[in-house]
């Protein structure tokens, strides 16, 4: 056969970067970086670059499954969709529609379909029992964006391009190429600031590689964001620095928020953050006095105690400073059309849940909560479970209990590629598809809510079939819906509809001439984006550069929140940090000397499903590792390459440790997504040797952040002591 070449783009991760891949029949024999991408402009890493191995790696399952005990055997679609359907019709009658749940994980919500069809289908089935990877990463900026712009999909961006200050907390782009924003090649784009005589500060308890490759490093104690923030705010007013004729023309609450940060003295934040009071003024001042700034934070944040304030003082920094609408500050995102508006009301219907009446965010429950709606008894207890592109056995809080919690379920469904640690408990395995065999458009937040400094839009076809029996995620939500008896959003006319486009797509001939179904709704998602049908799009294999996003378009334009200004005090929040951050403040300078652990990203990782490609995992790769610094290992009489014990009141975990003055004293990295060794579906990862990081996570109502639901992978308190000084006191040496 000979070789063709088809443009894509990658959905790893938020870059999206264009791909061009050369293809040998179904063979993918080889990818590059798409150099004519608009975007991207021929930008792609290693994961990207090597995608096939995911795609084609040996233990792809490729038929429906069923485990009977500890053996797998393959069974039809027909099979499955019966069982699965009679066992949820079963559970729906003796027990009521919570006793479904569902989780969807990271990958889905790079397909803009997926989440639209399996929302669709959690409605259908009447059940309140929705949890996402939301609650382990970013609901905290939902939250934020819900109350002070007016909806939950109005979101704000660094317009790194231009601006001349950009002060990052928490986050390695680097290595995970940021989150919230379209940012091909970032490192460049970063070191580009600094090249116009700009800076870049990164605020993290670790040196990362991003800043060792540009910008200064300013050290931060784990979870002491807020406190360092609410004293940037402080201080901001201080200095003279807040736009106080822009802040009353176009907000509403300056007066309140200025109380609120008013007693967050630079001294007090010093005595928690580690950051001298000296050293934040200098900050405050640098960001002041620039052109144009912006403060930019992540996961590093999200995933702390206090994500919905600190996230919330930190964009009423860049908004009350005079940098948000401005060009070189920080732009409000505009998708292909007005997303933000239409998601102004989606969390109106809220409910609580059963576990801890904690208030459901988005329809959705935090994650955090899952093992005991599981394992605690009681009315609308969940039994049957649907899992969708995840792996919250690794990914999300308490894994010990989360395994408890698995293994007693009365129906659990995993729909993946790879038959992951989660399911391993799955009495069902259907097997989606690899995103190369899927059509799509953008990321739902770059194409429907525009964070993308250089907006830009692109339709790929799927490259290649689906191998074996796999099936378009599309397909399988239909027929689950079907024989589950539970209509696609709760309505029978739709889901009525959808069968019959199935039932034609089927016919001989005809089917050929029907648009399949994904096809079909990108086609109608573009049209209602202007952007024409699929047919003018595939004539832009590169994608179309759309226009950027000025400043000036936002403020006192299309602000949805009351009285059309943006709310600088919400009470939800000014509540919470009035209840909450004097507490914690004083919590976190009684901590005293213990170890606070972190979570770290690594290149060759991609949360839990990357070990299984022998390329990620060679040589010293092979495990995740405790990362500290040189006094610390000294204190605990441990070396590097020394194995450790990391406990606390959740669980404990030996660790290996790599010693690197690149942490701060008293902090330690785990990256997450390791501890394989029971997937006996991952072949290669089985046989690593890492641990996992989420053993050591809190779940449960405690632990979460209460208004988000956020879990807390960052700033965990945990004791480590060296595995040789216990064997030797065992041994009584
Ligand atoms: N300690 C700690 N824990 C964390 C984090 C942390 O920083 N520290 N980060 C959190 C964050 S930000 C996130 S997003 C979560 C991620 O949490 P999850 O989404 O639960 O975990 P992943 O490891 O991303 O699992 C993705 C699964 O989807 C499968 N998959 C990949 N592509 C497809 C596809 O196209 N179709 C289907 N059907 N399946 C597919 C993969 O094989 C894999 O099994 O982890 C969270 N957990
Ligand atoms: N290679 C790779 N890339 C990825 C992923 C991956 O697993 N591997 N995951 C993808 C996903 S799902 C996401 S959500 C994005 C996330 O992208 P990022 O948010 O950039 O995630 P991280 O690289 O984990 O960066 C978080 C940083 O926060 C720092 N940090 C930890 N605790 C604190 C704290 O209390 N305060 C401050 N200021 N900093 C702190 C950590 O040291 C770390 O450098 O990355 C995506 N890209
Ligand atoms: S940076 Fe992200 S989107 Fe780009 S190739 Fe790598 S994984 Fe894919
Ligand atoms: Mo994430």
Partial sequence: ??????????????????????????????????????????????????????????????????????????????????????????????????????????????????????????????????????????????LVSQHMYGSPMALTFPDIDHLDCLIMLGSNPSVSKMSFINLPDPVRRLKAIEARGGSVIHINPRRTETAKALGEQCFIRPDTDVFFLAAFLRELFEQGAVDRKRASQFMEG?????????????????????????????????????????????????????????????????????????????????????????????????????IGHTRSFLGTLPTPLLADEILEEGQDRIRGLFVIAGNPLLTSTNSRKTAKALASLELLVAVDILRNETAEYAHYFLPGTHFSERPDI?????????????????????????????????????????????????????????????KLGQLPGLGARLTPMPERLLGLISRAGKLGGLGALRKHPHGIAL?????????????????????????????????????????????????????????????????????????????????????????????????????????????????????????????HGWGHEIASGLSVARKTCGVNANILAADGPDAIEPVSGMAQFNGIAVNIRSTRTATAQKLGQ
């Avoid at 940060?261 to 001042?285: F, H, M, N, Y």
Wanted: proline content about 5%.
């Fill in 1 to 142: 056969m000979s070789t063709t070449q088809k443009t894509t783009f990658c959905r790893i991760c938020e870059n999206q970067c264009g791909l061009r891949v050369s293809l040998d029949g179904e063979r993918i024999t080889h990818i590059e970086p798409d150099t004519e991408h608009v975007a991207s402009r021929g930008y792609a890493c290693i994961k990207g670059l090597s995608f096939q191995n995911m795609r084609d790696n040996p233990d792809r399952i490729t038929t429906p499954m069923k485990r009977d005990g500890e053996r797998w055997h393959a069974i039809s679609w027909q099979q499955a969709f019966q069982e699965i359907g009679r066992k949820v019709r079963q559970l729906r009658d003796d027990h009521g529609d919570d006793s479904l749940g569902l989780y969807f994980g990271n990958p889905i919500s790079f397909s803009p379909l997926m989440p639209i069809f399996f929302t669709g289908f959690a409605q259908g089935l009447g059940t309140r029992k929705l949890f996402t990877t939301g609650s382990l990463d970013c609901n905290n900026k939902f």
């Fill in 254 to 354: 300056l007066e309140e928020l200025e109380a609120l940060v008013s007693p967050w003295t630079a001294e007090r934040q010093a005595a928690v953050t580690g950051i001298s009071a000296d050293s934040l003024r200098k900050l405050v001042q640098r960001y002041g006095s620039a052109k144009g700034a912006a403060l930019y934070g992540s996961t590093g944040i999200n995933q702390g105690s206090n994500g919905s304030v600190a996230f919330w003082l930190l964009e009423c920094i860049n908004a009350v400073s005079g940098n948000l609408d401005k060009r070189g500050g920080s732009l409000m995102g505009r998708g292909i059309f007005d997303y933000a508006k239409a998601t102004t009301g989606a969390d109106d219907q809220v409910f609580h849940s059963r």
């Fill in 442 to 502: 953008p990321f739902t937040f770059f194409s429907f809510s525009g964070l993308m400094p250089e907006p830009w839009f692109q339709y790929t076809d799927a490259l290649l079939p689906p191998p074996g029996d796999c099936r378009d995620e599309s397909w399988i939500i239909r027929q689950l819906a079907k024989h589950c008896r539970a209509p696609l959003f709760g309505s029978r006319l739709l889901q009525g509809s959808m069968n019959i486009g199935g």
């Fill in 547 to 671: 226009p950027a996003i000025d400043g000036n378009s936002y403020l006192g334009k299309r602000v949805l929140a009351r009285n059309g200004k943006v709310q600088l005090a919400p009470a939800l929040l000014v509540n919470l940090a009035n209840e909450r951050l004097a507490d914690r403040y004083e919590q976190a300078r009684q901590s005293g000397d213990g170890f606070k652990l972190i979570t770290k990203r690594e290149r060759f990782s991609h949360n839990s499903w990357t070990h299984n490609d022998p390329a990620y995992i060679k040589g010293k790769r092979r495990q995740n590792y405790l990362y500290i610094h040189p006094d610390d290992a000294q204190k605990l009489g441990a070396n590097d390459g020394e194995e450790v014990e990391v406990s606390n009141e959740i669980g404990a975990v030996i660790a290996c440790l790599a010693v690197s003055d690149d942490l701060m004293p008293g902090t330690v990295a785990l990256p």
